[in-house]
């Protein structure tokens, strides 16, 4: 199966490139600009920031698991507050729930530009927005496993009256 875009890096001793093809590909990478190929590429940090609170907007308006994400990212704050957890375990906890959202607005985005460029059903389509969805799946268990671990002993003790 051949690739859609040609590749161009030079290689040395087998399928691995070598350092002409590792400077050409950055080179190539540099000297594209996205104003050339994107009417909406933002010059204004304030738009970005706008851009993204839009998007977070979007997610939650029609995105029901953010929403569910959203309740059980307040349920999480509010038993760390009533554990008293540590500030290394507030750090863990933060990453976590960072990551899960972060696979959640990735998957929504990758379903989105599935949706716009495969209208009509591919297999192809299907695979990359289920393993889109694999991620988002990975990181809740995940971030259950990292929930057991941190509050686990903390609620045990508390629910022991200890």
């Given amino acids: 199966m051949t690739s859609p ?5 030079s290689t040395t001793g087998g399928s691995r490139p070598g350092l002409a093809g590792l400077f050409e590909d950055v080179g190539a990478n540099l000297a594209v600009d996205p104003q050339a190929y994107s009417p909406l590429v933002s010059t204004s ?19 029901k698991n953010t929403r569910i994400q959203a309740v059980a990212s307040i349920g999480v704050l ?3 507050l009533w554990l008293q957890i540590s500030a290394g375990e507030w ?3 933060v990453l ?16 989105a530009a599935v949706n ?5 059903i591919h297999p192809m389509a299907k695979v990359g927005k289920d393993v889109a969805a694999a991620a988002v799946l990975l990181g809740a268990v995940s971030s259950v496993l990292v929930g057991i671990l941190i509050f686990g002993p903390p609620l045990l ?6």
């Fill in 116 to 120: 716009l460029a495969s209208p009509q």
């Fill in 45 to 63: 940090r304030l738009a970005s920031l706008r851009y993204a609170l839009a998007g977070w907007l979007y997610m939650l308006r029609y995105q």
């Fill in 91 to 93: 750090a863990v906890i």
């Fill in 5 to 9: 875009m040609p590749d161009s890096r």
């Fill in 96 to 111: 976590t729930v960072t990551m899960v959202w972060m696979a959640e607005f990735i998957n929504a985005a990758i379903e």
């Fill in 157 to 162: 003790a508390r629910l022991q009256g200890g």
């Fill in 78 to 80: 509010l038993v760390g």
